[in-house]
């Protein structure tokens, strides 16, 4: 059976922040290419002060383009952007001050300085005084748990202490805009909660923050809303609520045994037994007795469990195999 | 509740911020030459080398075909160092402004650095100020040492006077620079334009050989030459002893050339600045 087509929600999930704050973060129709690909197309986004906004999407689905025209570091091809009631592409001094960005990739520091010293260069270049700037440096670096390693050269940090460090580096400031690109890539969960914390008194200071991802489990519970980019459209904006309502659950991990004693379940038979309401196979934990259903389209879960059960195969226990965001983000990406 | 907006400060308060950042750039890039002492120890056994080697050729040569300064006819080493020192100068100079942005692009920080409230001329200048302070320090430490080591009879008053020469030549250098790291931002792995300069400005310059020695069309060329200009006066300074006077004839015709260096070379690295924010291409090297 086809897959059903990806949902497409862009025209009637129109992008309008929470209600009764203000819009801090505003694209309008943004475009951009990159000679004859098209990364980002016609992307409209507004992001309210004190909102997190996730934006979801696969390697290349355009969310790092997004950031670095939001940023002022890429100019779009086509659109409007407007951050802080400024035009976005005109990068001015005045806005970057207001603008925190947590850039995906470690290559932003001074190896050969300590973690102490590069965050008090960036200190000082954010306008912070000498005194203010050790202090601050001091403060930032304990939060995110690197105060041991301050002396520290950053060519000696691992990956995950150069993106603490870069977390460091963005709260120098009290932005009045985040843009945080994959920034619990490398950490730990400890390290990872940390950041969220810090991330949410940001948000709750009233700050605007995306953060662009493509780890689905970590937004629940932390942003407010969600977008999904794929293949540079924007192909949904909504709650995360809104966004777990378009998984449709197709797998699911069954324990069964055979009703008949000292008989064990093999792959042929579960699949004979299942029929055409999908297909069936020894699950990937290699345990006797696991399977994995994949139902078909058209198929219910209850029937085709009773179908095993006709064929005397009792079903022990069945879970689905994925978080409910997960396959959301599979669905709605075409890649379920 | 309102949306908050972006206030502008006012320009001087801007300027005042700005030049505040600058001892930021020079303790960063100072902490990271102390981190390479091997490199710092190097480079004066190669200036070294390279004075011991003009000592030995200049016993060669015969004193009466270099020009007299102040009626006086100095011997070759002396003659040679003010040379050494100046076209090391533009050399080191040049390459190091033209890379400075280039080496940020190739570490990954010209993304920070921009995103961070700072002009971009205070970025290029930052990102040479240490050296623009130690380059013409290490020249004029490099003259006092081998006119010590080697006996060489400098004017003690002329020092001053030579080294305003080689301050107001610095913006020329600088702006030639600025120039180069705008190609280099935009063609990405050496343009090979400051190397080229460097070459061509020093080889009509005199440094190493009396500018008489040239044949007459391309002497005419090289005594307008910029770097021509800074030696001859500062070789007049040092040499010759003839103070204040010379150097400000020096100082007069290098002042046009640094104006119009600077404000050219920053124009072009504005443009290829405001090119790589369109191409998207500014964190690519």
Redesign the interface.
């Known amino acids: 059976m086809a897959s059903p087509a990806p949902i497409i929600v862009r025209d009637d999930a129109p992008a309008a922040p929470l209600p009764?704050?203000?819009?801090?973060i505003d694209a309008d129709g943004v475009s951009?290419r990159?000679r004859r690909r098209l990364a980002l197309d016609r992307v409209s986004l507004a992001v309210a002060?004190g909102e997190i906004h996730a934006i979801l999407g696969r390697n290349g689905a355009g969310k790092t383009?997004l950031l670095?025209i939001l940023?002022?570091?890429?100019?779009p091809t086509e659109g409007r952007v407007t951050v802080?009631?400024?035009d976005a592409?005109s990068?001015?001094?005045?806005?970057?001050?207001?603008?925190g960005?947590l850039?995906s990739?470690d290559?932003?520091?001074?190896?050969?300085?300590s973690g102490l010293?590069n965050l008090?260069?960036?200190a000082?270049?954010?306008?912070l005084r000498k005194r203010d700037a050790l202090e601050r440096a001091h403060q930032v670096l304990a939060s995110v748990g690197l105060d041991h390693a301050a002396e520290q050269r950053v060519g000696e940090y691992s990956h995950g202490m150069q993106k603490r460090l870069s977390v460091a580096?963005a709260f120098l400031t009290e932005p009045?805009v985040l843009l945080v690109d994959e920034a619990t890539h490398d950490l730990d969960p400890h390290a990872a909660l940390v950041v969220h914390d810090l991330v949410r008194g940001a948000a709750e200071r009233?700050a605007a923050v995306i953060w662009a991802t493509q780890r689905v489990d970590e937004i629940r519970g932390f942003v407010d809303r969600v977008s999904l980019l794929r293949e540079g459209e924007l192909c949904f904006t909504g709650s995360v609520a809104a966004f777990a309502a378009h998984a449709l659950v197709k797998r699911h991990l069954l324990t069964l045994r055979n009703g008949r004693p000292g008989v064990a379940v093999s792959e042929a038979m579960a699949r004979r037994a299942l029929g055409d309401f999908g297909s069936i196979a020894a699950a990937a934990d290699g345990e006797p007795g696991h399977f994995l259903l994949r139902l078909a389209d058209d198929a219910v879960l209850g029937d085709a469990l009773a179908h095993l059960a006709a064929a005397d195969l009792k079903v022990l226990a069945c879970r689905e195999e994925r978080s409910d965001i997960e396959t959301a983000f599979l669905e709605l990406t075409g890649r379920a | 509740?309102?949306?908050?907006?972006?206030?502008?400060?006012s320009r001087l308060a801007?300027v005042r911020?700005e030049l505040?950042?600058l001892?930021?750039?020079l303790?960063?890039d100072l902490?990271?030459a102390l981190?390479?002492r091997m490199s710092f120890v190097t480079e004066w056994i190669g200036l070294g080398v390279q004075t011991v080697l003009f000592y030995f050729v200049g016993r060669m040569v015969n004193p009466s075909v270099l020009p007299a300064y102040g009626g006086t006819r100095a011997g070759y080493l002396e003659f040679a160092v003010v040379g050494i020192a100046v076209g090391g100068f533009v050399t080191l100079a040049l390459a190091r402004v033209a890379t400075g942005i280039r080496n940020e692009q190739m570490?990954?920080?010209l993304?920070?650095?921009?995103?961070?409230?700072?002009?971009p001329t205070t970025i290029q200048l930052g990102t040479v100020f240490y050296d623009l302070l130690y380059i013409p320090l290490r020249t004029a430490l490099f003259l006092v040492l081998t006119a010590a080591l080697f006996g060489l009879d400098f004017h003690a008053a002329g020092f001053l006077p030579a080294l305003t020469i080689l301050l107001v030549f610095i913006p020329f250098v600088w702006g030639l620079g600025v120039a180069n790291a705008g190609l280099i931002l935009t063609f990405r792995r050496g343009s090979g334009i400051a190397g080229f300069a460097a070459t061509m400005l020093t080889l009509a310059s005199g440094a190493f050989f009396p500018l008489s020695l040239l044949p007459s069309w391309l002497e005419t060329i090289a005594r307008i030459n910029p770097l021509a200009i800074a030696i001859d006066g500062m070789r007049a300074a040092l040499l010759g002893g003839s103070g204040w006077t010379d150097a400000g004839i020096a100082i007069a015709k290098l002042a046009p050339f640094a104006s119009v260096s600077l404000v050219v070379g920053f124009w072009i690295f504005g443009l290829a600045l405001r090119r790589e924010?369109?191409l998207?291409t500014?964190?690519l090297y």
């Open positions: 009764s704050r203000p819009t801090v951009r990159f002060a383009t670095r940023a002022g570091l890429t100019a802080l009631g400024q592409t990068a001015s001094r005045a806005l970057r001050g207001r603008i960005l850039p990739g290559r932003s520091f001074y190896l050969r300085l010293e008090l260069f960036f000082r270049l954010n306008g580096r009045d009233g | 509740m309102s949306a908050p907006t972006v206030a502008a400060d801007v911020d505040a950042k001892p930021a750039f303790r960063r902490v990271v981190s390479y570490v990954g920080t993304e920070s650095l921009l995103m961070t409230p700072t002009a924010r369109r998207g500014l964190g």
